[in-house]
């Protein structure tokens, strides 16, 4: 029998080259990578602008009119357009932006089993961010509903029955954790997978593999994405809602 030879090649989880600035640690390719998905959707967004028409949309403005058109529904059904008309473009931009965030791993640029443009979205950096956005934004919505801070706090220990109060603060504070860790974790394992089999394979089988994948982060991405915005809509919602008076 021949004998297993483990390959020699690390696989390095977490580790970024990083900036060192004024004493801070940045991880240069996260913030890269971020800037790069950011200038994309400025950009699509200014040829939709210029380009815009009440004929026949271009594949682009097609795109982007489903992906509102399909967020303004779940709006509407769960809380309410005219309650919350931010809601939209704010679910439709993170949707987006994740969207090109995890994409950027299809790309072909790859260096020593390496992307050069990692999703961003697998460094918690830029995820837990983006959590706490939804979470502060949502109760400062939810005030400005309730007609002020001391109001929204009566409204959700009321709807706690007072004494399950303690338990939703746990609740609240842990959805904000697992919304960014959610996105953070299937993001992160895609790159694993990259990372493993280029480890693993010479580069005449690893390819095929490797393409073979990164269709498959396609998909993951898309979900992850779209379940980021979902979840924002739905942590708005519970913010935000009028229970009626018995």
């Not at 970024?16 to 991880?27: A, I, K």
């Not at 800037?35 to 682009?60: D, Q």
């Not at 895609?190 to 693993?200: K, N, Q």
Request: hydrophobic share 55%.
């Amino acid at each position: 029998m021949t004998p297993y030879v483990r390959a020699n090649t690390d696989v390095e989880i977490g580790v970024h080259p990083e900036w060192h600035l004024f004493g801070l640690t940045l991880n240069a390719d996260t913030i890269i990578s971020t800037a790069v998905a950011a200038a994309i959707l400025i950009i699509l967004g200014l040829v939709v602008r210029a380009k815009i028409t009440s004929g026949p949309p271009s594949g682009l403005q097609l795109f982007f009119e489903t992906v509102t058109a399909y967020l303004r529904d779940l709006v509407e059904s769960m809380l309410g357009v005219r309650v919350a008309p931010f809601l939209i473009p704010l679910t439709v931009s993170l949707l987006t932006f994740l969207l090109i965030c995890n994409w950027l791993s299809v790309l072909p640029l790859v260096v020593n089993g390496h992307d050069l443009l990692p999703p961003p979205a697998g460094d918690v950096n830029l995820v837990f961010p983006l959590a706490l956005m939804v979470f502060f934004w949502k109760h400062i919505a939810g005030s400005v509903r309730h007609h002020g801070v001391g109001r929204q706090f009566m409204h959700t220990v009321k709807g706690h029955n007072g004494w399950l109060f303690p338990i939703w603060i746990i609740e609240d504070i842990s959805g904000m954790v697992s919304h960014a860790l959610r996105l953070f974790g299937n993001i992160l394992a895609g790159t694993i997978m990259l990372e493993v089999i280029a480890a693993l394979l010479p580069p005449y089988l690893g390819w095929v593999l490797n393409g073979g994948w990164k269709l498959f982060d396609l998909f993951i991405g898309a979900v992850q994405a779209f379940i980021f915005a979902f979840l924002t809509i739905i942590y708005f919602t519970q913010a935000m809602e009028v229970r009626e008076e018995h």
